[in-house]
C-alpha cells in the first residue's frame, strides 16, 4: 500500500499515468540505442519500478491486461513456421536430447533456489525456465508465484543471454548490424490484422471461461500455431500494437514493486547470477557435445542451446552468415513448447516439496 507521504501517491491517477508513459518514452529509446534486448517491455517495466517505489496508486486493468496475453498468445504462434517443424522432425531425437537436458537443469536450479529459501515458493522455478520470458511471467502469476521477482529473474536472464551470445558470435563474425530500426507504423494488411486480433481475443474469452491456467495466452496461441502452420492463418500484428502490449506487460510486473520486494531481489542478486552463470555454462556445454559429436557448427550449437533471450538469438542469427538458422529457431522453438508444457507440473512439484501453497 503507498503511504499518504510518497510524493507519487499524492498526485492525481491520470497525472501518474501521464507520468508512467513520459518515463517509459525516456527508457525505450535509451535501452534500444544500447542495443538492450526486449527494450519495448523492460523500458516500461523499470518505469513502473520506479513508479511503484514512489507510491503510485494506478494499476494495468485486467481487461487491457488479459488483451495482451492473447496478443502475446497469437504473435508466439506466428513464429512457429512450417520449415521449423520440418527441422524438428529431421533432428528430433538432438531436439529432444537437449531440450530435456537444458528443462531438468534449469528445474533442478529453480528447486534449489526455493529448497534453500534464496526465493520464496515457486518464484525459483519459474525464474530459471529456460526461455519465453514474457510468457513464462503470465503463467507464473496464473499459479500464484510471486511475478515480480520471478520477472526480475527472467529478464536479468535475457540480458545476460544476449551478452554472452553477442561476445560469442564477435568471435566468428561481425554482428554489429544485429539490431534493427523498429517500423512502428509498416503497410498493414488491414484484413488479415482484423482476423487476427479478433482471433486472439475470442480465444482468449475461451480459455478465461474455461479456468485454463494462463488461458487468456495458451489458447489463442494453440489455436493460431494450428491455423498459421496449416496456412489458414496470416499472423498480422503491427510493432505499434506490439508495443502497447509490451508496456502493458512491463506495466503491471513494475507497479507491483516496491521498497520491499526490490530490497528482496537485491538480497538474492548474487544467488540469482550464480544460477544464471551456470545454466549458461551448462547449456554452452551441450553446444561444445553438438559439436564434438554430432558435427553442427560451433556457432549454430551455442546459439541453438542458448537459454532464453530467443528473439536476441534470433537477431543475431540472421545477421550472421555461417549459422544455420532454421537448426537455432527449431532447437529454440522445442525447448519453448516443453517449457510451456512442463512449466506448471514442475511448479506443483517444487510447491509440494518446499511447503508453498
Known amino acids: 500500500m503507498p503511504l499518504p507521504t510518497d510524493p507519487i501517491a499524492r498526485l492525481p491517477k491520470p497525472t501518474q499515468w501521464l507520468l508512467l508513459v513520459i518515463l517509459s518514452g525516456l527508457f525505450v529509446p535509451a535501452l534500444q540505442a544500447v542495443h538492450m534486448p526486449a527494450a519495448l517491455l523492460l523500458g516500461p517495466m523499470i ?56 528443462v531438468t537443469m534449469s528445474s533442478f536450479i529453480g528447486y534449489l533456489l526455493s529448497r534453500w529459501r534464496i526465493l520464496p515458493g515457486t518464484a525459483g522455478v519459474w525464474g530459471s525456465a529456460p526461455g519465453a520470458a514474457s510468457a513464462m511471467v503470465v503463467m507464473a502469476e496464473a499459479f500464484g508465484a510471486d511475478v515480480r521477482l520471478v520477472a526480475f529473474m527472467l529478464y536479468m536472464r535475457v540480458v545476460c543471454v544476449a551478452l554472452f551470445a ?28 482484423a482476423i487476427t486480433v479478433a482471433l486472439a481475443l475470442a480465444c482468449a474469452w475461451v480459455g ?20 498459421h502452420v496449416s496456412g489458414v492463418l496470416t499472423v498480422e500484428l503491427p510493432e505499434w500494437l506490439l508495443g502497447l502490449v509490451y508496456a502493458a506487460l512491463g506495466w503491471n ?27 549458461i555454462a551448462f547449456c554452452g556445454g551441450l553446444a561444445f557435445l553438438m559439436v ?24 543475431i542469427a540472421a545477421s550472421t552468415s555461417n549459422v544455420d538458422l532454421p537448426f537455432v529457431m527449431a532447437l529454440q522453438t522445442a525447448r519453448f513448447l516443453i517449457v510451456m508444457l512442463a512449466g506448471p507440473p514442475v511448479a506443483r512439484f517444487v510447491a509440494r516439496r518446499v511447503g508453498s501453497p
Open 208 to 227: 478465461r471461461k474455461l479456468r485454463l491456467p494462463s488461458g487468456a495466452m495458451l489458447m489463442p496461441m494453440i489455436v493460431g500455431i494450428v491455423l
Open 292 to 315: 564434438k559429436f554430432v558435427g553442427v557448427n560451433p556457432l549454430t550449437a551455442y546459439l541453438a542451446t542458448s537459454p532464453g533471450g530467443m528473439d536476441s538469438i534470433a537477431i
Open 47 to 102: 518505469a513502473a519500478i520506479l513508479m511503484g517505489l514512489g507510491g503510485t496508486s494506478v494499476r494495468v486493468p485486467r481487461t487491457p491486461y488479459y488483451g495482451a496475453q492473447a496478443i502475446i498468445g497469437i504473435m508466439i504462434a506466428g513464429v512457429i513456421e512450417p520449415s521449423i517443424l520440418g527441422t524438428l522432425m529431421k533432428d528430433g531425437p538432438l531436439f529432444i536430447g537437449a531440450v530435456v537436458a537444458t
Open 166 to 193: 553477442a561476445i560469442i558470435s564477435r568471435l566468428w563474425v561481425d554482428t554489429s548490424g544485429a539490431s534493427v530500426d523498429i517500423v512502428w507504423f509498416p503497410p498493414v494488411d488491414w484484413q488479415n490484422f
Open 253 to 279: 510486473i513494475g507497479l507491483g514493486f516496491n521498497r520491499k520486494i526490490l530490497a528482496q531481489a537485491a538480497r538474492a542478486l548474487p544467488q540469482i547470477l550464480l544460477s544464471i552463470g551456470v545454466l
